[in-house]
């Protein structure tokens, strides 16, 4: 069921659910938070659409936010999921995106709250789980006159973050309202929260080929799980395919594990010490040491959508430990 906000800080509850049952949610002028029954927890910034926290069901954080990001609207968000369209790092020369800044314009651009919907499933434990799927919005109508001067297609983003028991699912829908096609990339820029990155490993990209940023973009080929000993800032496709999943893995214990929908490559970064302090808004500057980027992705080319097509590419995140 779907239900639209008609008003800015309704706090809406679902009819037809008991209310030891109700997904609470709270759409404010800046932000969109969704708690669920079982206590898990999301929070959305319209700015960007910028997924800024994900807490489970005890209580603790999931993804990792800079103490120092602008929440304000003033610069895009450094943490959480910031999501990048339709270019992926600095544009290249000559193409229709080059105007845009790097990581494009929806992370930056202030995105429409469309309503919520819930949906209830079996639990393993044999009672209901409940899950609330929020969208958001953003088109070429609704896009600011200076970004459409960057970039000017007809367009329309559907944006859908969906908490579940355990999980959360990120969703974009591009639409090319346009008479032309136009290409385009996309990233869920997950910055996830983990407790020592000299501990982390990230597993499933076994054999995969890979764009080392940090070495001269050579192409190479991962050997075995990726550890952290340095700056990182690769682009891999694994060899698996969207569905089998990348893991990030913490003293020897799975804590996530990604699996993607129509999205065939993950960025792996971690900034390290020097990158970090180099970083107005990150914060604190040892904060590299409790986060990893592992990001879903379509971004080794482009995608070209014709008029009237639309792409889908989706990652569900599932926390293990
Ligand atoms: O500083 P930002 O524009 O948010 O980009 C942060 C990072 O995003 C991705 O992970 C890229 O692979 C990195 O090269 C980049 O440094």
Request: with cysteine; net charge negative.
């Amino acid at each position: 069921m779907v239900d639209r906000p008609n008003k800015p800080s309704a706090l809406s509850a679902t009819p037809g659910l008991p209310a030891q049952a109700q997904v609470n949610i709270t759409h404010g002028s800046q932000k969109v938070t969704a708690v669920l029954p079982t206590g898990e927890s999301v929070e959305i910034l319209l700015y960007g659409a910028t997924v800024i926290s994900w807490k489970d069901k005890k209580g603790a954080e999931k993804l990792w936010l800079s103490e120092a990001t602008k929440l304000d609207g003033s610069k895009a968000v450094r943490g959480g999921i910031p999501l990048v369209f339709p270019v992926f790092g600095p544009p290249p020369p000559n193409h229709a995106t080059s105007k845009l800044p790097q990581h494009g314009f929806a992370r930056t651009s202030r995105w429409e709250f469309l309503g919520k919907s819930t949906s209830e499933s079996e639990s393993s434990e044999g009672g209901a789980d409940l899950s609330v799927k929020l969208d958001f919005g953003l088109s070429s109508a609704s896009l600011d006159p200076q970004t459409k001067a960057l970039w000017g297609y007809a367009f329309n983003l559907i944006y859908s973050v969906t908490l579940g028991t355990g999980s959360l699912t990120t969703s974009l829908v591009v639409t090319n309202d346009d008479e032309r096609p136009f290409d385009l990339q996309v990233l869920l820029h997950t910055y996830f929260r983990i407790d020592d990155i000299t501990a982390v490993t990230v597993k499933g990209l076994e054999g995969a080929s890979y764009v080392d940023k940090v070495d001269a973009k050579k192409e190479k080929t991962q050997s075995a799980e990726v550890k952290f000993v340095g700056e990182t800032d690769r682009v891999y496709t694994p060899v698996g395919g969207p569905s089998a999943p990348v893991e990030i893995v913490q003293g020897g214990k799975t804590v996530f594990s990604v699996v993607r929908d129509n999205l065939n490559d993950v960025v792996v970064w971690n900034p390290w010490s020097e990158k970090a302090a180099a970083m107005g808004d990150f914060a604190p500057k040892d904060g590299y040491k409790n986060m990893v980027c592992v990001e879903a992705g379509s971004v080794r080319g482009w995608q070209t959508l014709e008029p009237g097509d639309a792409f889908e590419g989706a990652q569900t995140i599932t926390i293990s430990g």
